[in-house]
């Protein structure tokens, strides 16, 4: 699948020093209007741009030709099928066309499957001949720009320019199509259940709400009492907090002792190491909270005589927060790290301490990016799911008490989408609802550091 993007490389990087080598040609014996590299880079993007989108036409388009071919090539014996008989069909004698068979193939699919591979090789030749005849084309094009009097670098740089604000659109639009998919289906599961008692109702149920057929009517009382969000919402700020205790204390003052007494030696030694926390999968800090974190504290607990549940919101909070130290450690240190080394001097010169110079002068400098580290450990924690599912259970508790079982919005959404997920019933559509609500939490949540970073922010000439 990805040849066609390695040939099309290869055949830009061709394009690409013809053309330079040209313009050095032409550089000897007159002054050019830009740099030979940059009738290079001409070629190698009026080479390689039409011709991925081409390509990218042409992989999109090729099931709709493939199934017409097969249509026509196999009319007679298709047409007493109905809709979903054909779709079942063209599903099997694809995979019989890869290799994949279940040995109760009939001839017709052998056939059809033999028809396949030898339209994937004819496909194949007329993609790589099409490839090759843009590029050509492409190519001279480019190659009539190498003249002294043309600004290569300004048409290099327009087009790289479109091709970022082409992707800043793209990533806009990504983020409007999901908000919308939350907002729609949100309205969906609003018909079913008064948005009052989803944000405040203090009791959480799913179980209660059924599967809703055209001759049935909803139970407006069963439904008040089913989707309350109060102890998901208290249960996911329950462990975040759990966990900000644990991250932002040990985070911050690692970094800050990496980036101003430590070491070179047990600086480049350390940091990687606290960064390999982040790249642990979280089902490995899951059974990790569940085998020995939990059991630990539950002995603990009994020990001083406090009755834990073997499912606690501290077990997951607890390695919840080792999880998200390196979100804190390493963005605080290339944050302190980048303070201008004569805010320090300046400081020291006055007579102040090493710990009067960290406090006063270099922790306010880096104040916006310190609090932006810490936004960022609270979004992980608030979306975490896999280690609440093992140590934290799926106990919807209303409850400030750590020893006791907890739950979260992002565990809610993931069993509510387990199973049956057909979108006709509360039960399934509260996902989005909750989802939503997320998304609104993590805009206040970026609101405020915003508003403190505008409060405490100090500006260095």
């Not at 011709?51 to 709709?64: D, E, Q, Y």
């Not at 008040?224 to 109060?230: K, L, T």
């Not at 009755?307 to 909070?317: F, I, K, R, T, Y």
């Not at 809610?412 to 049956?420: F, M, N, P, R, W």
Request: neutral net charge.
């Amino acid at each position: 699948m990805f040849y066609p993007v390695l040939f099309l490389l290869l055949l830009s990087v061709v394009g690409f020093y013809l053309n330079k080598n040209k313009s050095v040609y032409l550089s000897k014996n007159q002054k050019l209007a830009s740099l030979p590299a940059y009738y290079g880079y001409l070629a190698f993007l009026y080479i390689f741009v039409p011709a991925i989108i081409i390509w990218l036409g042409l992989l999109i388009g090729k099931s709709f030709i493939l199934q017409n071919y097969l249509i026509l090539t196999l009319g007679d014996s298709l047409s007493v099928m109905n809709s979903d008989e054909i779709n079942l069909f063209m599903s099997k004698v694809k995979n019989l066309s890869l290799g994949i068979s279940f040995g109760n193939e009939t001839d017709l699919e052998k056939f059809a499957a033999e028809k396949i591979i030898s339209f994937d090789k004819i496909f194949s030749l007329l993609t790589y001949l099409v490839l090759t005849l843009s590029s050509i084309l492409a190519f001279l094009i480019a190659r009539k720009k190498v003249i002294p009097n043309f600004k290569s670098q300004r048409t290099v740089e327009k087009i790289v320019n479109r091709f970022i604000q082409i992707c800043s659109l793209i990533a806009i639009l990504i983020t409007l199509g999901i908000f919308l998919s939350l907002v729609f289906e949100t309205l969906n599961f609003f018909s079913y259940v008064n948005p009052l008692h989803f944000l405040f109702g203090l009791n959480w149920s799913p179980n209660k709400a059924f599967v809703i057929d055209s001759a049935e009517t909803i139970d407006k009382d069963i439904l008040r009492d089913a989707f309350g969000i109060i102890p998901l919402l208290g249960g996911t700020l329950l462990i975040a907090f759990l966990a900000m205790i644990v991250a932002i204390p040990l985070g911050l003052m690692s970094a800050i002792y990496l980036a101003e007494y430590a070491p070179k030696k047990i600086r480049d030694f350390s940091k990687p190491v606290i960064e390999i926390l982040a790249g642990i999968p979280t089902v490995v800090y899951g059974f990790f909270a569940a085998l020995v974190v939990a059991p630990k504290i539950v002995m603990l607990g009994k020990s001083m005589g406090f009755e834990v549940s073997s499912e606690s919101a501290l077990a997951a909070g607890l390695v919840m927060g080792v999880m998200i130290i390196p979100f804190v450690s390493s963005l605080s240190d290339d944050v302190i790290n980048a303070v201008p080394q004569s805010l320090r001097d300046g400081s020291y010169a006055l007579g102040a301490t090493k710990s009067e110079t960290i406090i006063k002068v270099i922790l306010p400098s880096a104040l916006p990016g310190i609090i932006g580290s810490f936004l960022l450990a609270i979004s992980r924690a608030i979306g975490e799911t896999m280690i609440v599912v093992m140590a934290a259970s799926l106990q919807a508790n209303l409850t400030i008490n750590p020893l006791e079982p907890a739950t979260t919005i992002t565990t809610q959404i993931v069993t509510a989408l387990t199973g049956d997920t057909e979108f006709d019933n509360p039960k399934t559509l509260v996902a989005f609802a909750l989802g939503l609500t997320l998304f609104f939490i993590t805009l206040f949540l970026n609101y405020f550091a915003l508003k403190i970073v505008k409060k405490y922010r100090e500006i260095y000439d």
